[in-house]
């Protein structure tokens, strides 16, 4: 699903971020990306939503080279990404329903089909029946599940995460993470990035760790 | 999409955009103002030139020529030359005013009655008054009727009293010049203005702009709200700017058909008539959506999300 080939990324600024990283997510899989901060998760994120562009090596995401994918395409590109971030990243102003329905708003789908959508969405994050309220009258724990209906509702094959839980206390971050194991089982693909290596205790998935811009570990256990 | 689709869509933006301006009325209505006031000023400047149009389009009879013949052309070779010139395609009509009827003519107004007995003579020649055709009744139509008339024997001289009405439509065709630049130049300012105050929205409104990119939105679909503001912008300053130039006009109605009245006009001051009205406020929203499109597409571009 995801395949990364040698891949350095430096920024205008000149630091390195990656120096090489080469992994590979398959289809069907839930993988976490942990490491210190500044080791390169965020990076290897943003090349995968091409928010960034690599320096050198190739993204491989589903069957399409990133490398290939022109800048006219990117937001149909993006479409097949549900990309959840720390600070989830929603419209303040516009109620939880508008927030969720975006993507399918985005992408052209009937009105009542983003109803269906929307609810269904919401119903998997258990907030079913808060879509008139604003961002701001939930709690982050709230927000956050807000910012996952959004990144689901559109069904998307691949699910990526940065930071999730970082802004939530130990049992939400719990809550948060058993829900992208529960996508994971009805088959989508997840990556998380993740500095808290406690949390993803209980979880017997892969562990791709990273140190200054490499792999510094891969596998199924704690690192 | 299917069209259906596409156009709800669209209507959903547009009123959606309008519900965005509503919800700051000030910051919305002076920028409407400020595009009004653009707006009106060309307008009113278009209607004194059209009223100042209408007022000389009465003074057609200007363009008479007064031939005095020569003392020794009779009443009868007056005829004559009267018969003439009443052949001629470029005049309409011919008037002979006899040397006594002029002077009759001039003793009943002038009240110089007692003094021009004295005199033994009448010293006032033969007039032909010539009326040109409509098609001749132009500066350059009346130039050439008096050269030829002028070569005629026996007329000592044509006036023709047109000068201060070629400099009169001289000075209307500078001012229709000079309102065509302004209405222009004004126009691209309203087409700035619309323009910096949608970047603004768009800097304000930049983290909804990149979260949308974020989950696949092309720069047209992130672009569309912005550019229906533009449209509403324009449209609103263009209704301000008829609801002035209307107020204008009733406040001047009166005083400007008074004058005319002193002088015996039936000229009426003219406002602007419907089509006028929804021509510019057709205009207004099409210079708000190039404003607006014009600074979306650029400002949209730009934004990346990071």
């Known amino acids: 699903m995801i395949r990364f080939e040698d891949v350095h990324k430096r920024y205008a600024t000149g630091r390195e971020a990656l120096a090489g990283v080469s992994f590979e997510v398959e289809r069907g899989e839930l993988a976490f990306l942990t490491g210190p901060s500044g ?15 690599p320096s050198r090596g190739q993204v491989l995401v589903g069957s399409q080279n990133t490398t290939k994918v022109r800048t006219r395409a990117i ?13 989830h990243k929603l419209l303040q102003d516009r109620p939880i329903a508008d927030n969720v329905a975006l993507p399918l708003i985005i992408a052209g789908v009937s009105r009542r089909e983003i109803d269906k959508r929307m609810r269904a969405a919401l119903d998997q994050v258990g907030l079913l029946g808060r879509e008139k309220s604003r961002p701001m009258e939930l ?29 939530l206390d130990p049992l939400l971050a719990l809550e948060i993470m058993r829900l992208f194991k529960r996508l994971n089982d009805v088959g989508v693909t997840v990556l998380i990035a993740t500095h808290d290596v406690h949390l993803i205790d209980e979880f017997r998935s892969r562990r791709i760790v990273l140190g200054e811009g490499r792999i510094a570990a891969s596998g199924p256990i704690r690192a | 999409m299917t069209p259906a689709a596409y156009f709800s869509r669209q209507a959903q933006t547009l009123v959606g955009s309008l519900g965005r301006l509503a919800a700051h009325p000030v910051a919305s209505l002076m920028t409407m103002g400020v595009i009004a006031i653009a707006l009106a000023l060309p307008l009113c400047l278009d209607l004194l030139l059209q009223n100042a149009t209408a007022v000389t389009a009465n003074w057609n009879e200007a363009f008479e020529l007064s031939v005095y013949l020569d003392k020794a052309a009779s009443t009868a070779r007056a005829e004559a030359i009267s018969r003439d010139l009443q052949a001629r395609g470029d005049v309409a009509a011919v008037r002979l005013v006899t040397a006594a009827q002029a002077l009759a003519e001039f003793r009943a107004s002038s009240g110089f009655g007692q003094a021009l007995d004295a005199l033994t003579d009448n010293p006032l020649p033969n007039t032909l008054i010539v009326t040109p055709s409509p098609a001749a009744s132009s500066p350059e139509g009346t130039a050439v009727l008096k050269t030829a008339i002028s070569a005629l024997p026996n007329v000592a001289s044509v006036q023709l009293d047109t000068e201060w ?40 409104r930049r983290e909804e702009i990149e979260v949308m990119k ?42 400007a058909n008074r004058l005319a009245g002193l002088y ?18 057709l205009g207004a929203a099409l210079l708000g959506w190039a404003g607006s499109w014009l600074a979306a597409s650029h400002h949209i571009r730009a934004i990346n999300p990071r």
Do not use: C
């Open chain 2, 165 to 204: 009405v070629q400099r009169l439509v001289a000075i209307l065709d500078l001012l229709r010049a000079i309102v065509q630049l302004t209405a222009g130049l004004l126009a691209a300012g309203v087409v700035l203005i619309i323009g910096n105050t949608i970047r603004l929205d768009i800097l304000n």
């Open chain 2, 264 to 281: 015996g006009s039936a000229f009426h001051l003219a406002g602007l008539d419907a089509r006028a009205a929804l021509a510019t406020l």
């Open chain 1, 139 to 167: 709690s982050t724990g709230e927000q956050q599940r807000v910012g996952i209906a959004r990144a689901i509702v559109a069904k998307p094959p691949l699910l990526i995460a940065d930071e999730p839980t970082g802004n």
């Open chain 2, 214 to 255: 974020l989950v696949g939105a092309t720069d047209g679909f992130a672009r569309r709200p912005f550019v229906w503001s533009g449209v509403w912008y324009g449209l609103g300053g263009g209704m301000i700017a008829v609801a002035l130039v209307g107020i204008l006009v009733e406040v001047l109605a009166g005083p």
């Open chain 1, 39 to 53: 080791a390169g998760k965020s990076s290897i994120l943003k090349l995968i939503a091409l928010i960034e562009r």
């Open chain 1, 75 to 87: 937001p149909q590109f993006r479409r097949q990404i549900g990309v959840v971030f720390q600070d």
